[in-house]
């Protein structure tokens, strides 16, 4: 049978319940702690179990947290707001961009960089495998996904190679997959890797595709059966809440609403409510964007209710699925 790997156990996947596909809820990056940028160290325990308290008092339940080690994952912390929060938490095994990898490695005593070319396709994916199936962080608490990243309009030696182990990881563990994509950028070009390699686009959930507001593109997307993460919320300094709503509503019609999922990709202090900077915070997207959509659904003649239950429930229940 299908199940999901959590922080605090495997589960079936109807278990998972009302889930954002793509946050941070504690985060200490290397490279962002070198260099001093305190907005993007989610460091606080208690300060994220308050956001996360108002995530479920919005009727929240599950989350995907998105942070590979190379974006400063701390996976004993993401069990300890799991069992303190009464949430569930899915882990990420593999890494995130190359932007991340001058950061220094942790338990090496070099870089990410230096790592990664010292290690060839092979070594980086019996990495990620060790992640997904023993454990992380010197921890026994096993990754749920396993991530990859490309960067702005490129693909590095180094992305490419770990994309590419990535991959691999994959195909000898059936775990499901996620990739980041720099401004929504390269979304094809990934898919293009992908089914080179054999992979069922299927298997992967891309993040950010609101980033770049591409209705061809993401219909392009669509129609390979990846999963498509709309994380953009309340971000108006890229586009208006109507654009990234216009997007989604545009694959519905496309026949692709069960390929959509959502999160608010939060990784600044000054996002969260409880940080200090008085952000729009974690119980955001459930108390306020729903609504809004679930109208707008209904008014361009949508059953928005029905549409919120795949994107916060049944999607991620399949997009984040091991199989049995």
Known sequence: MPFLRTVTGDIDPSELGRTYSHDHLYCVPPLWKERGETDLLIDDI??????????????????YDATALDYGRDVASLRELSERGGIRIIA???FNKGIMWPGKMPGTAGTFDDWIAAHDRAAIRDHVVKELTEGMDGTDLRGGVAKFGTGYNAISAHEDKVMRAVLDAHKETGCPLHSHTEMGTLVLEQLDVVRAEGVDPARLTIAHLDRNPDPWVHRKAAETGVFLCFDGISRVKYHPESVLIDCILRLVRAGHEDQIVVGGDIARRSMYRNYGKGGLGLGYILASWVPRFREEADEAG???????????????????????
Do not use: H, M, Q, Y
Request: charged content about 20%; overall charge negative; hydrophobic content about 55%.
């Open 46 to 63: 208690e300060a994220s179990l308050a956001d996360i308290r108002l995530f479920t008092e919005a009727g929240g339940e599950a989350v």
């Open 92 to 94: 990420t095994a593999g």
């Open 302 to 324: 949508l059953d928005g209710a029905a549409l919120i239950e795949k994107f916060f429930v049944a999607n991620p229940a399949r997009a984040f699925a091991w199989p049995g």
